[in-house]
């Protein structure tokens, strides 16, 4: 069982298109159940295309709705240390990875027993 991402964005840094992977049929209806208990929101972690200049990057849904390109005066108040950083909802990967260690526990606990082998590719 492991996490896999497609990429990041490139505003906010975060993980897209998160996907759970394993291959055993048990762990997927854990899976399953463990959402159900647990949900997490992904919506806003999809992966849209934004034109930056002349060049296409990836952002994510938040980015791509939200985004806008920051004035002179904004500008001046980052080199100085003022203003507000730019807050992306799109979950991170401290999120994610915390969200992650509760469902290898869970399925630790409800899988009779089995080894399970763990990667992460975030």
Known sequence: MYIYCKGLCHVCQNP???FVKCRNYETKELIRK???IRPIWLHNNYKYYKF????VKNVCNYCFKNFKKPSISELKGREIGKGNQYMSRSLTKEDIILWYIGLQSYVSKHFHNREILVYNDI
């Open 16 to 18: 897209l298109d998160l």
């Open 34 to 36: 463990y959402r159900k």
């Open 52 to 55: 930056f200049g002349l060049k």
